[in-house]
């Protein structure tokens, strides 16, 4: 049948029902078993009975390396919120992807993080020295590698910014605002509103953590806002306040500014924050539902080139902005659970939190890798998410520049 003798109707229908072609694309999927084991050599078990050396929890961050398919993955707090003394870690691993093959992450190193005294960070949320806040406690959240190699980890007690070198021993504590850290820090209970009016929220401090290419500077973005700048709704159970603080922070002089970043919703959580220039960023912002349950799932492209400096706002609205202040733009980049890709449904992972650009593939399009957290559950198994972007997709990006090594 020739075209024009195709009846209008039949054209219309056709013209709403073919897809546009899909420029990301998932080339692979892959996971980990949740009761796997990494290389720390420890032998004991945790109070709760979890193996000390079990490979998990380490979806919350991951950043490439620059060199071929390695990466670094940073394992939280381990398991049971911060009630056990698990020691925190970090992991190289080799992560090759291959269009249409099962994604096989192979583990390399695993390396335990100290203070610079040598003690160990652990995940027990009361791990403070005699002195009081300045203790040795860490929650892991983010991590990027710096150019001359060096870690840069972000922590949801602190909030703290870290730097280690590969070995694991921290080089320098990265200077963060007050207005982000509570004033009486403690076990998760000791931090509610009943004892803090201000500060990052328990469990909510600084999840996701961004470098720049040139790695002239961190940008540190916050899972909610921070007490300040919102409002407790004791009927619904959650803070209202949807102005996310982003805490960008020169490596060298360590200048700071701060960015607004609004959520879709309050009861939503950011978990990650991935630079493609200097100016914009990825930013993954989810619910924390699980499976068919899941319901929103999204990153989203931002500029903080026009954004407006709120450092010396002590107070943002929970909604709306200060007369003269501009939020970072905002747009949806990939909806993880856009039925065309075939992740939604039972076995989508609830907390989707590592995000990094590998090495572009052979094609010349770009890599982006999503991780899982498992929370330590050896049931639950870590998920790893490769998509290719073509380049016209992420005009003016710019892939991180590293040190000869």
């Not at 190289?92 to 583990?107: Q, S």
């Not at 961004?210 to 002239?216: L, N, Y």
Request: hydrophobic share 40%.
């Amino acid at each position: 049948m020739s075209r024009r003798c195709v009846p209008l109707a039949l054209l219309l229908a056709l013209a709403v029902v073919s897809p546009a072609p899909a420029k990301i694309v998932l080339l692979a999927s892959g996971t980990i078993p949740g009761d796997a084991t990494d290389l720390s050599g420890l032998k004991d078990k945790l109070p709760d009975g979890t193996p000390h050396n079990q490979l998990g929890s380490m979806g919350s961050g991951i950043a490439w390396t620059g060199d071929g398919n390695r990466y670094v993955m940073i394992a939280d707090r381990g398991p049971k919120d911060g009630a056990v003394p698990f020691l925190c870690r970090f992991h190289t691993f080799d992560i090759p992807v291959k269009t249409g093959e099962a994604i096989k992450p192979r583990l390399l190193d695993t390396v335990l993080l100290t203070g610079v005294a040598g003690k160990p960070y652990v995940g027990l949320a009361t791990a403070f020295d005699a002195g009081g806040k300045d203790g040795l406690r860490l929650d892991p959240e983010g991590v990027r590698v710096a150019r001359n190699g060096n870690l840069f980890v972000s922590d949801e007690y602190g909030p703290f910014l870290i730097e280690f070198d590969r070995r694991g021993k921290q080089l320098r504590l990265l200077k963060v605002p007050e207005k982000f850290e509570v004033a009486v820090p403690g076990g998760t209970g000791a931090e509610e509103r009943k004892n803090n009016k201000s500060g990052r929220q328990p469990n909510r401090g600084m999840e996701g953590l961004a470098i720049s290419p040139d790695g002239g500077k961190l940008y540190g973005i916050m899972q909610s806002v921070l007490m300040q700048d919102g409002d407790l709704d004791p009927k619904k159970g959650y803070v209202t306040g949807v102005n996310i603080r982003i805490l960008e922070i020169d490596t060298k002089t360590e200048a700071t500014r701060e960015f607004i970043y609004p959520m879709d919703d309050p009861r939503y959580g950011i978990n990650e924050m991935l630079a493609i220039n200097d100016h914009e960023f990825l930013v993954l912002e989810r619910d924390n539902k699980a499976g068919k349950e899941a319901a929103f799932k999204k990153l989203f492209r931002i500029d903080v080139g026009g954004a407006s400096d709120v450092s010396k706002v002590a107070k943002l609205p929970a909604k709306g902005l200060p007369a003269g202040v501009k939020a970072v733009t905002k747009t949806v980049f990939l909806d993880l659970l856009d039925p065309t890709l075939g992740l939604a449904g039972k076995d989508f992972p609830e907390k989707v939190e590592g995000m990094a650009f590998g090495p572009d593939l052979p094609d010349g399009r770009r890599l982006l890798l999503l991780t899982s957290d498992n929370d330590m559950e050896a049931k639950e198994p870590t998920w790893f998410f490769a998509f290719a972007i073509d380049k016209d997709d992420l005009p003016g990006y710019k892939p991180q520049t590293f040190d000869k090594r």
